[in-house]
Structure formats: C-alpha cells, structure tokens
C-alpha cells in the first residue's frame, strides 16, 4: 500500500525561490549610515564612509551641469538582469523621460551612467559581477573609483557581458565623457584618497 501525503506534494509544487522583494523586505529596518546590495542572491551590507561620500557627491554635483535633480539617484535599489541582482549603486543617471516601473523602481533600461565608489569589502563586486551585469543591462557608462589606487576606470561600449571600451588614469586627470550620452568631463583633482 502507498501512502501519499498530499500537503507535501503540493508544497514541492510550490517555488521555494527567493525573489528580491522578499530578501529586501527580510533586511528591513537597514542600519543606518549602511548600503545594502544583492548581488547574484548573495546579500553585501557596507558601511558608508566619509571618502566615499565626498566622492559620491562630487561626482553629482558634476552631472547636475547636465542632469536635473530628479534624474540623479545614489544608493537607490535598481534590479538588474541575471540571478537576484539588486543593486544600490553608488551614482546613476538616469536618461530623459525615465519612467518608474510598476513597483515605482527606476528601471536599468533608463541608465546612461553609473558610478561606483570602491569599498575594501566590496571591490570584487564592482570590478567583476556588478562590472558584467551593467553590461549585459546594456549601462552604456560605467565608471570605477578607487580611492585606495587613487585611479579611476571608464567602461564604455557595452556587449554581451563586457564593456569594449576601457580607460584608466590617476585622479587628476579629467574623465572625458563628451563622447558619451553623458556629454560631459568629470573633474576628478578633489577626489580624496583612503
């Protein structure tokens, strides 16, 4: 005789996947002065230091000369493409007309730049995972820096998974984005180093 408990069965028919709302909601009430990021469904919690902060809203103040305040986001959750990528990335702007998705999210599609700001915990990520997955979301600017080397990197050109067009100097020398959907130079000579 075969016994079959129907409570499990349809409990195995249920997904047991996490989503990004729920890990979200399970972090909830965030520190405060912390960033929290899911990247690949593996949750970063950071703190905020004063460095990264003045290079933050440095790098804001610049794109003001070209974006209005409304277009501007730091460390607000945008989901991107691949496995449970919720990112709080450090500066984005966002493209003209940019719309709120039904959750009231800004979208990854409406990204001209992203800027992210190096943490010793969470390098990797911003040179590897996060650096693929903007490109796969098509980000057509990506800008690393790394108040630690005292250099910053330009990622252009976007395909697949990689970005074809890569630049480095030290702080100093000006990012020239003229080229670029951002239609500006970022002075980079106030950058302060950890």
């Known amino acids: 005789m075969t016994v079959v408990d129907t409570d499990r069965i349809e409990m195995a028919d249920t997904s047991d996947e996490r989503t990004l709302d729920m890990m979200f909601e399970w972090l909830e009430p965030t520190p405060e002065g912390f960033k929290v990021e899911i990247v690949e469904g593996n949750i970063f919690m950071s703190p905020q230091r004063r460095t990264h902060w003045q290079i933050i809203l440095d790098i804001v103040e610049q794109l003001r000369a070209r974006y209005p305040r409304e277009q501007l986001m730091s460390d607000v959750r945008i989901d991107f493409p691949g496995r449970l990528n919720g990112f709080a990335s450090d500066v984005v702007a966002l493209s003209e007309g940019a719309e709120p998705d039904a959750n ?12 992210e700001v190096i943490s010793k915990q969470t390098a990797a990520n911003d ?5 693929a997955t903007y490109a796969t979301a098509g980000v057509p600017v990506y800008v ?48 302060p180093r950890d």
């Open 104 to 115: 009231g999210h800004c979208r990854y599609q409406d990204i001209d730049f992203v800027a």
């Open 127 to 131: 040179y590897g995972s996060k650096m």
């Open 144 to 191: 690393i820096v790394d108040p630690y080397t005292g250099k910053w990197h330009l990622h252009t050109l976007p395909k697949d998974d990689e970005y074809r067009g890569t630049l480095s100097f030290d702080f100093g020398t000006p990012i020239a984005l003229t080229a670029t959907v951002v239609g500006l130079t970022l002075e980079t000579g106030a950058f």
